[in-house]
């Protein structure tokens, strides 16, 4: 066995010989070309869409509090182009820190501002307060703009801001996150693309993504695309949950399984409850430990109380996310109620058509799958936002 990443990889993988290697490559480079053309011919549909006028400006407020309306983000802002992307991150004014997650791709930022200038104004836009936002920014050193929408509906008028209701509503909730409802969460990621022609005084509405279609703006994940372990993010509570604000990665070093207690005196440059974290992704690692978490946020998922026989019976939380839906399971439920009218079962006990539906599902082509498990990746979406705002949520009362 060799060491990849965090895991420990068998030599069961294929190893070739030169010539083997360079044909397995050409195939792949086939694909990857491919892959090109098609990103290419996506870019050009995504640019052809078409735009939407808006019928309101919206106020912000940038890190001093001064106001800034989106309709002055144009010319004569920045390089004064009449092209605007707008970063929506997720930052609760009840928290103290940004999400870890959107502070993954921010971290990126400032690199990548001097090029993007040179074809686009930029900016990032979170929902807490400005004086709260200039202090998470001096505690992270990032220089991009940032704006708060504290005070505006901008988050809730593109669908990364949801009320508990409206969460509880899902698909009949009159607005969706990611155009289908799937993981909605009080607060949620995205991106926006903005226009104002030189030759009109309005501000046009021209794309927005949400979720993973925000892989593409990270770098760093592109780059754990190319390596043997990938992202290596199977088995984790939801995706992210390896990811942390880069200032704390040593921290997390020191102590793999709790945060320190009591709150500390916050530094001129940290944001307040710096030691008691809002980041939900250092909750568990069980590589460096094999102790569990026992942060506040974790222990509320489940709880332990005794049964007669004095062996410890897990009680849920009533108020975590509900755990995604296996494609299996997709398929069950949209297969058993045919099944169970089908006369040649009728009266048949759940355990004889149980073991049906296994023995359809194992006969099935991997295309005739597919809509089982793409219905599971949306359902697996929708968990990993949920979590995060979850753990987050409780983090912050533990606070």
Known sequence: DFCLGDNVMSDAHPVADDAA??????????????????????????RSLPWRKLTKDYTFKDLDGNEVALSDMFRGFQNGHDQLVVVHMMFDPSWQKACPSCSF???????????????????????????????????????????SSFECSFNQDFNVEFSQEEI??????????????????????????????????????TYSTYARGLDILNPVYNWLDLVPSGRNEEGLQY?????????EYNKQLKSKVEWKDGPAAPEPDKPENDDQDHDEHNNND??????????????????????????????????????????????????RPQLQRDPKFAGQKII????????????????????????????????????????????????
């Open 286 to 335: 069980n590589h460096h430990d094999e102790q569990q978490p026992t942060t506040t946020a974790v222990k509320r998922q489940t709880s332990t109380a005794t049964n007669n026989k004095g062996k410890k019976k897990v009680k849920k939380d009533p108020n975590a996310p509900k755990k995604p839906i296996s494609p299996y399971f997709v398929f069950c439920a949209a297969e």
């Open 352 to 399: 004889e058509i149980a073991k049906e539906l296994g023995r359809r599902w194992g006969a099935m082509t991997q295309q005739e799958k597919k809509p089982f498990i793409e219905k599971a990746m949306n359902d697996k979406e929708r968990y990993d936002e949920q979590m995060k705002t979850y753990l987050l949520a409780n983090k912050t009362e533990e606070e």
């Open 105 to 147: 791709w921010g971290d990126t930022y400032d690199c990548q501002l001097p090029h993007l200038l040179q074809k686009t104004n930029f900016v990032v836009v979170c929902k807490a307060p400005a004086a709260k936002l200039k202090k998470f920014c001096q505690w992270k050193k990032w220089k991009f703009p940032m704006f």
């Open 239 to 247: 995706t992210m949950e390896w990811v942390c604000h880069k200032e």
């Open 168 to 205: 509880q509503e899902g698909q009949n909730a009159k607005r969706k996150f990611n155009y289908t409802a799937a993981g909605m969460t009080t607060q949620a990621p995205g991106a926006s693309v903005f226009c104002s022609p030189s030759s009109s005084s309005c501000v046009f509405h």
């Open 21 to 46: 290697w360079l044909e397995a490559r050409l195939e792949l480079l086939k694909q990857e070309k491919e892959l090109t053309r098609a990103k290419d011919q996506l870019a050009k549909a995504r």
